[in-house]
């Protein structure tokens, strides 16, 4: 959540450069980019040395004689000692930097163009100094920094590119419960937000022996992704590296041109592609304009994900609104595609507040398989209505800040009774949505429910229906009633009503009916009104 104090913060640093020299936004993005990243290398290599201390091995990050390169040393140095080490083109800290990846891959490729921007050394003193009072404990505070550093970039967001809420990622991430097995693929891989929320699952979901075991799968193979911005290619794999990915597969390509082949490699695809942009249409991928004969970038993006998964492999892709719904051939051949031709899940509506205050942009999470022969049934609709903060610009926290943060990777609600549970939901949806979705698609939900989700009697063990694993309101929620948050609706309704998608066209609303007085009361209530103004203009004259 980015605080006025992290803005101001932010905005001192920004202008240390500003006045310091340096006009080019880009440029500053990018250089405090690579001392964010020298700040975390030396966390990351403390966080290993507390850890040898009880038994685990690692290999450090710094040589013996790098250890001038260390954040922890560099911000104690000499003003011009410490700007010659950056300033330094051989044996500095930036051929340092390049060096950490392996000379073949990625990381070491997308890092070659890593520079110093040879600002003065008391510039370089003010940035150290603001940046190390900014506490970057939490991966959110790096996201929140991020965002609004990418706010400032001219022209950003023309492309509909704008950075994925954190915690919508980590719901996104807990629905699709990623495994190491899996080859993970964000196609508009942007700061890499749904890589390391993925690669920070797998770690919190699996024991050391297997995370060792899948070592050089982890590193080399599985989590790959798209971006044609050197800036995001470099923040990407700076990013993911700092995650324990040491040879993150970040292309440097237009992912919807003819120059991206990728096709039938991948398990899971996680993604917010650009919502607005377009794309000439001469250089688009031609197997792409065979699904959706569009230059629109949001349908290109989901023909591209089909064609990267192999069979078998799902995705969790943001969406506007529009893809929903839109009239024209290209927005309904990519739904028939995705739901007559593969297995449609899920449709998640978002308030548009979400991307607030860098866009109003209404959204939604579809969620589908790729089998390329059919299989939808029923599509699980869930009407988000609030994702635990306001929903204006300001985006304020409504619920407890702990709650908010770990609600995804433990049991947060674990201990709270209904009521307490049910005026949480009336301010933080998404505990509800990954308990509905991961019970629907779990064995327990054919014994509960219907084929339509109505709610079956049945007499059985609670443990045996899955009052272990999900919240009772779960268990006992009637699928079927479409005036709630939660539904389902039928694959042929769906092929009915022009494969629309909108949770408008199936949701019921009900009206409550307002009650008005007699006509005769209504007239008597505004005759004694006016016989009560006209005392009290009296009243008023008799003092003149």
């Not at 920070?200 to 599985?222: F, G, P, Q, S, V």
């Not at 049945?458 to 009052?467: A, I, M, S, W």
């Amino acid at each position: 959540m980015i605080t006025g104090e992290l803005k101001s913060q932010i905005d001192q640093i920004w202008n240390t450069f500003w006045t310091g020299g340096e006009p080019n936004t880009i440029t500053i993005v990018e250089q405090l980019t690579y001392l964010i990243f020298i700040k975390d290398l030396d966390e990351r290599e403390i966080r290993n040395e507390l850890k040898a201390k009880r038994g685990f091995s690692y290999t450090p990050i710094f040589k013996e004689n790098q250890q001038n390169f260390r954040w922890k040393n560099l911000k104690e140095m000499d003003v011009n000692a410490r700007h010659q080490i950056f300033s330094n083109t051989v044996d500095g800290i930036f051929p340092f930097i390049r060096s950490l990846g392996k000379e073949t891959s990625m990381f070491a490729i997308h890092m070659k163009g890593a520079s110093f921007g040879n600002y003065k050394p008391s510039v370089l003193d003010q940035v150290i100094e603001k940046l190390d009072n900014i506490d970057m404990t939490h991966q959110d505070t790096k996201g929140d920094i991020y965002e609004y550093m990418l706010s400032k970039l001219e022209g950003g967001g023309t492309a509909g590119q704008f950075r994925t809420p954190r915690h919508i990622i980590k719901m996104m991430v807990e629905l699709m419960q990623p495994t190491l097995e899996d080859t993970i693929s964000d196609p508009s891989v942007g700061t890499a937000g749904f890589l390391v929320g993925a690669k920070e699952y797998i770690d919190k979901h699996n024991d050391i022996t297997l995370l060792d075991k899948y070592a050089d799968h982890i590193n080399r193979k599985m989590f790959n992704g798209t971006e044609f911005s050197s800036t995001m290619l470099r923040i990407a794999s700076m990013n993911l590296y700092l995650h324990g990915v040491e040879e993150p597969n970040i292309i440097d390509v237009d992912a919807v041109s003819k120059d991206n082949t990728v096709t039938n490699e991948h398990t899971l695809i996680l993604a917010n592609p650009p919502f607005k942009g377009t794309i000439d249409k001469e250089s688009i991928s031609p197997g792409l304009k065979n699904v959706t004969d569009t230059s629109k970038t949001e349908l290109l993006f989901l023909a591209l994900m089909l064609r990267q998964l192999k069979t078998g492999g799902r995705a969790a892709v943001i969406v506007p609104d529009g893809v929903l719904f839109g009239s024209g051939k290209a927005y309904k051949s990519i739904r028939e595609e995705i739901i007559a031709n593969n297995k449609l899940e899920a449709v998640i509506s978002m308030p548009s507040g979400v991307f607030k205050p860098y866009a109003g942009v209404s959204t939604a999470i579809i969620i589908f398989t790729k089998t390329g022969n059919g299989g939808t049934d029923n599509v699980w609709f869930y009407d988000m209505q609030a994702d635990g903060k306001s929903l204006d610009d300001k985006r304020a926290l409504l619920v407890d800040e702990d709650l908010f943060t770990s609600f995804s990777f433990g049991n947060a609600l674990e201990t709270m009774d209904l009521e307490a549970k049910q005026k949480l939901h009336s301010k933080f949806n998404l505990p509800q949505i990954i308990d509905h979705y991961r019970y629907y698609k779990s064995d327990f939900y054919k014994k509960m429910h219907s084929e339509n989700g109505a709610v079956l009697q049945v007499k059985d063990l609670p443990e045996n229906l899955g009052f272990n694993e999900f919240m009772p309101e779960t268990i006992t929620h009637d699928y079927s009633n479409r005036i709630s948050q939660s539904f389902l609706v039928p694959f042929k309704e769906i092929a009915d009503n022009d494969w629309d998608l909108s949770i408008n066209r199936y949701k019921e609303i009900v009206y409550k009916e307002v009650e008005y007085d007699e006509p005769i009361k209504i007239i008597s209530n505004i005759e004694s009104i006016n016989k009560e103004r006209l005392e009290l203009m009296n009243s008023l004259k008799s003092l003149i």
